[in-house]
């Protein structure tokens, strides 16, 4: 397991969880909900500069079957411009059920989901964070696929 903070980022349409973990990568924790508009990848990118961690992980919405969806295609972009902004590496990792399980585990809390929708997109941050941090450990490559931010769309 490389040592370093990293950042999971759950990308929606109007709004964007963040969540980060401690230098060791062993636990993910909720940082903010960001709203989603023009200023998000700078925000996010100053956020970036601030915590200095090692890489982004971006979840990657693929259907149940593992074809793309306009969701897919939305987080790829955002991948790419973040991979644009910062100075470090920009993962994106398959997220699939991770906001269905951040609900459920609010839920399960006793939050009620009209309140809780700026929290579910941290908690959904956090389940794709952890998930890649339990893939790295177990095996000897980071998870994902590095995202270049030169490529063509």
């Known amino acids: 397991m490389r040592p370093g903070i990293r ?7 109007a709004r964007v969880g963040v969540a980060r973990c401690d230098r060791d ?13 023009t200023s ?3 925000s996010l990118a100053a956020l970036i500069a601030e915590l200095e961690p090692l890489e982004v992980v971006v979840g990657l919405p693929i259907s ?10 939305d987080a790829r972009e955002f991948a790419r411009s ?30 009620r989901a009209k309140r809780s929708r700026p929290v579910i997109d941290q908690v959904a941050a956090v389940i794709i964070l952890q998930n890649a941090l339990d893939f790295e450990r177990s095996g000897t490559r980071p998870p994902g696929a590095l995202v270049d931010p030169y490529e063509s769309q």
Do not use: F
């Open 64 to 73: 149940l079957s593992g074809s793309d969806t306009a969701s897919t295609t």
């Open 40 to 42: 998000t990848v700078a």
């Open 25 to 37: 990568g062993m636990l993910a924790t909720p940082v903010e909900t960001l709203k989603r508009d």
């Open 82 to 111: 973040l991979a644009e902004a910062v100075a470090i590496p920009v993962r994106l990792v398959d997220e699939r059920l991770s906001t269905v399980s951040a609900q459920r585990a609010l839920h399960d809390a006793g939050r």
């Open 7 to 13: 950042i999971g980022v759950d990308v929606g349409r």
